[in-house]
């Protein structure tokens, strides 16, 4: 009896320890980050927190915006759906510790696209309230001329920019719900109090040095360090140290055994569910099969290759990006510009270069990638470029005597002194500024890129706005040049064959005996 009363004993100790051990693994003292694909409600900060002395008064903005939450697609969502099928074939193993899955279904498939999520959406939607809440003087009345605005060719960078304009002028515009009583009226007789629709330029995708710069380097593509960073996406996972930091660890925790696909599908399931509950059934916690120490390993291995990709040890694809400071040059800095915001929506490559060549971040000069899988790496992506992860750049008056002006640099809403070059902790002047680009040189970017496209965006004077050169009228201004050419050539050498005839036959008489002679 004292026996079996010692091993009731031990096995309430045993499971007592098992939960917690369980409780211990999946809930971690932090939140959860997921490299790029972390929400950006997990990490930002809020600009209406922004308090700006007295003296400063803010007269506009330039904002650079990574698109919101999107569907993970591509080789991700292969990932995720052949751990899914794991998970389904091994219920009776696993609904014992995890009673949530009682009650769940597969899902027949998962979206392929990479269009907005409803969370992401909502992200540039309440990105643009606040901004709007904060700063309500430097948004005009909207007319097309005085918004700058543009995104990249694809639906996730236009849906974007709709929702971030949807909260920045919501309740401004002329369109009231079901034609109902505006709120106010303006000098001119216009209604407003509603949804305000918006202009949008679309860059061409083989033409876009502008949001997609990356795109349209084939000195960038055909690079040392993309060869390098495109490497270690595809090949890490299959290499023995991600076998011990991550597949191991993870089978060994839930008793199955997990390949390197499925331990990544794992990862995407619990960024999915974290950044867009939405995107899953109800009820879904797939982050409680997911170890912290696993998650902040895969964490980790995609920190490494957005380091390598546009990273400091990449300086052909980031400086390229200094296609987007001569972009806020115009903008702001330009005396002719007019007032309104400058507004672009792009990717992670178009956000991250110009942090780097900013140096928003610590250069890590002595990196290896597996040393930073070893021992960290401080970059850290979910810090720098979350969905909707953005920098902006905020121009103010100084009112004081000689005061002149400043921009401020915000980067996920949080004040960012550019130190390194920039003394004053009001912000960097308009000739510390104006420094920062100029120290970078010249920057052609067909030289820099070895960019041959059909047409060439030029940056202009007007508000950060593009001119594309089309090329059909390039063509046909080519076409005139030479039939003007091949028609002066004609007329000299009309000319000269009749001089040579006069001066050889001895005038007009020999030339008509000539041609009777014929």
Not at 136 to 155: E, L, Q, V, W
Not at 274 to 279: A, G, L, Q, R, V
Request: net charge negative.
């Amino acid at each position: 009896n004292e026996y079996k009363s010692y091993l009731r004993f031990m096995s309430v100790i045993f499971l007592t320890w098992s939960y917690l051990s369980v409780a211990i693994a999946t809930t971690p003292s932090t939140p959860r980050t997921f490299s790029s694909y972390t929400g950006y409600d997990a990490i930002r900060g809020d600009i209406r927190d922004e308090v700006l002395p007295s003296y400063l008064k803010p007269t506009q903005l330039y904002l650079l915006s990574r698109h919101g939450a999107r569907h993970l697609g591509g080789v991700n969502t292969l990932y995720m759906e052949q751990t899914l099928a794991l998970v389904e074939q091994e219920l009776n193993l696993l609904t014992p510790r995890f009673s949530w899955l009682k009650s769940w279904v597969k899902p027949p498939s998962l979206p392929r696209n990479k269009d907005l999520v409803v969370e992401g959406m909502r992200e540039q939607y309440e990105m643009g309230l606040r901004w709007a809440e904060r700063f309500p003087s430097i948004f005009p009345r909207y007319t097309p001329d005085m918004y700058g605005n543009r995104a990249t060719y694809k639906h996730r960078t236009s849906q974007s920019s709709s929702a971030f304009l949807a909260g920045l002028l919501e309740g401004r515009g002329p369109l009231t719900p079901h034609y109902t009583t505006a709120l106010e009226s303006t000098e001119e007789g216009i209604t407003l109090g509603g949804f305000q629709p918006v202009a949008l330029d679309i860059s061409d995708k083989n033409t876009d040095i502008l949001l997609r710069f990356y795109d349209n380097c084939p000195v960038y593509r055909e690079s040392e360090s993309y060869r390098t960073a495109e490497a270690w996406l595809i090949d890490f996972p299959s290499s023995r140290e991600f076998q011990l930091g991550a597949v191991h660890p993870l089978s060994s925790y839930l008793g199955l055994k997990f390949t390197s696909e499925e331990t990544l599908g794992l990862f995407h399931l619990c960024a999915l569910e974290t950044f867009s509950p939405s995107s899953l059934s109800a009820g879904t916690r797939f982050c409680e099969f997911l170890p912290r120490a696993v998650s902040d390993y895969v964490e980790r291995y995609y920190d490494v290759h957005r380091y390598l990709q546009l990273g400091y040890p990449s300086p052909v694809g980031y400086r390229p990006s200094c296609v987007l400071l001569q972009d806020l040059t115009s903008a702001l800095l330009d005396p002719s510009r007019k007032p309104g915001p400058t507004l672009r929506f792009g990717h992670r490559e178009t956000v991250l270069p110009l942090l780097t060549l900013l140096g928003v971040y610590a250069n890590e000069t002595e990196f290896e990638a597996l040393d930073a899988m070893a021992e960290g790496l401080s970059f850290a992506a979910a810090q720098l470029v979350p969905f909707s992860g953005n920098i902006a750049f905020l121009l103010l008056n100084d009112t004081r005597p000689g005061g002149g002006q400043v921009v401020r640099v915000y980067v996920n809403e949080r004040f960012t002194p550019l130190t390194h070059t920039c003394p004053s902790r009001d912000g960097c002047t308009r000739d510390d500024f104006s420094a920062i680009i100029g120290s970078e040189g010249a920057c052609n970017f067909t030289e820099m890129c070895g960019y041959d496209g059909p047409s060439i965006t030029m940056v202009t004077a007007l508000k950060g706005s593009e001119v594309t050169v089309n090329i059909w009228v390039l063509m046909l201004l080519v076409v005139f040049g030479f039939t003007m050419f091949c028609v002066i050539i004609y007329i000299v050498v009309s000319w000269i064959n009749q001089k040579y005839y006069y001066m050889v036959t001895g005038g007009y008489e020999e030339v008509k005996l000539l041609s009777d002679r014929y």
